[in-house]
């Protein structure tokens, strides 16, 4: 899948991805493929979706 990072919060390691279907999954910093642990608002990226805690969250995330 592909979309957007809508939202980031740098401290806390959190956000959101927006799909290009406009769907919303959370996304954690260690699920960032290039290990940097920080994306900017306004990325795009590849993503898989994986389920956590009963809901579907972006992993293996990949900066495009």
Not at 29 to 49: H, I, Y
Request: proline fraction near 3%; hydrophobic fraction near 40%; include cysteine.
């Amino acid at each position: 899948m592909t979309g957007i990072v809508t939202i980031w919060d740098d401290a806390a390691g959190l956000g959101e991805v927006t799909a290009d279907d406009g769907r919303v999954y959370p996304l954690h910093c260690t699920q960032l493929t290039d290990q940097t642990r920080t994306v900017e608002v306004g990325r795009a990226v590849r993503f898989e979706l994986r389920p956590r805690l009963g809901r579907w969250e972006a992993s293996a995330v990949d900066k495009l």
